[in-house]
Each structure stands twice: as C-alpha cells, then as structure tokens.
T-cell receptor, first 114, second 114 residues
Framework: EAGVAQSPRYKIIEKRQSVAFWCNPI?????LYWYQQILGQGPKLLIQ????????DSQLPKDRFSAERLKGVDSTLKIQPAKLEDSAVYLC????????????FGQGTRLTVV | AQSVSQHNHHVILSEAASLELGCNYS??????LFWYVQYPGQHLQLLLK??????LVKGIKGFEAEFIKSKFSFNLRKPSVQWSDTAEYFC????????????FGQGTELSVKP
C-alpha cells in the first residue's frame, strides 16, 4: 500500500514570499490532516478535512495560511506571506475515517524562512 | 483544553537497558491514546495504540504501554533496548468521538549507545 506522499521535501524562501505544499493521501482515506511541527515540539494540527469539507481549522492562522482539498483527494497548503516563525516541518496525514482509527503520516516538508 | 506532557526530553541508554518513557495527558473525557515513533530521516509511524479493553497494549518491536486511567498516564516500556531503537518518540491523544484530531506531546529523543 502506497503511503502518504508529500512534496517538496525541502523549501527555503525569504520572508514575505509565498509557498505551497502538496499532499496525496492514502487511497480511499476520507480524512486528511495538516500538522505543523516546530523544532523541539510535537506536531500541532492546522486543519482537518473530511472528504472535501473542513472539520477543524481553529488553529490555522487564516490571515496567511490557506488550504484546500479539491475533489476530496489531494490537498494543498499555502502560506502567503511567510514569516520567520513559519519555519517548521509541515506534515500531512490521512486516516480512513474520523476518530477511532490511526493516522498515517507523510515524510513532511521542511520549510525554512530566511 | 487537552494537553499531553512527556516527562523526558532526551534519554540516553546503553543497549540491553530497560526503557520507560512517561506520558501524562490532561482531558476530562474519554480518550484514545497513541505512541508514534520517528526514526532518523523517516516519517512518523504508529508504535501502538489504546482505544478500549486491556489497558496493557503491545506494539511493534517489543514495545508495550500501560494505560492507567486514574493517573491519566500512558507510559511506554521496553525491557531491553537496541541501538536500532534510537529515534524520537511522541505520545498523542485524541478525544473520543471528536473527530480524530491528535494532540501530541513535545517528544522524547532516545539515544541508544551500542
């Protein structure tokens, strides 16, 4: 079974630039998550989709971050404009359904904002 | 609000030593509990999980964890570690019937000396 695919693996941008990350979840998984992991901390949920609808985006800084999941499959996360404190690993995860199942994680995208 | 606390930031052990990593959570309702592991250069992988039933759960690679409800704890154990167990370990919880959002601890880095 193919895992969660993310690209790019690494990205370096200057502050105030924009950046986008892409995620392809495991086939058939209805739930997709984006997490932000700052160095030395555990992952923190940014946004959760169920199919192509948003379930939870309470921790998403909506003035600069946006995400979409068209057709309930692939997802993109965008930051515009980036700030220095956005430097982190952005993890995508998927699960078959909400709640009583484990989440499967991708390799992540390491973003450095300079 | 839910929170997860891991007792140790960095643990160093020699091969064959026993391991116990502490995890406590704060939440008044029913939770599902997880331990994830991240080997160097790899993605987060599920080590074990507790949803209900026997509070002593066994995972992959000889790991086990015990859920003690009265102490809000879910400590991870392994009787004899190997060099290949060198990794970062994350405890995580999600609130039952609230959509699958994971709350992570800050992680414990385990270094095993050969």
């Amino acid at each position: 079974e193919a895992g969660v695919a993310q690209s790019p693996r690494y990205k370096i941008i200057e502050k105030r630039q924009s950046v986008a990350f892409w995620c392809n979840p495991i086939s058939g998984h209805a739930t997709l998550y984006w997490y932000q992991q700052i160095l030395g901390q555990g992952p923190k949920l940014l946004i959760q989709f169920q199919n192509n609808g948003v379930v939870d985006d309470s921790q998403l800084p909506k003035d600069r971050f946006s995400a979409e999941r068209l057709k309930g499959v692939d997802s993109t996360l965008k930051i515009q404009p980036a700030k220095l404190e956005d430097s982190a690993v952005y993890l995508c995860a998927s699960s078959p359904d909400r709640g009583e199942t484990e989440a499967f994680f991708g390799q992540g995208t390491r973003l450095t904002v300079v | 609000a839910q929170s997860v606390s891991q007792h140790n930031h960095h643990v160093i052990l020699s091969e064959a030593a026993s391991l116990e990593l502490g995890c406590n959570y704060s939440y008044g309702g029913t939770v599902n509990l997880f331990w994830y592991v991240q080997y160097p250069g790899q993605h987060l992988q599920l080590l074990l999980k507790y949803f209900s039933g026997d509070p002593l759960v066994k995972g992959i690679k000889g790991f086990e964890a015990e859920f003690i409800k009265s102490k809000f704890s879910f400590n991870l154990r392994k009787p004899s570690v190997q060099w290949s167990d060198t990794a970062e370990y994350f405890c995580a919880v999600n609130a039952r019937n609230q959509g699958g959002k994971l709350i992570f601890g800050q992680g414990t880095e385990l270094s095993v000396k050969p």
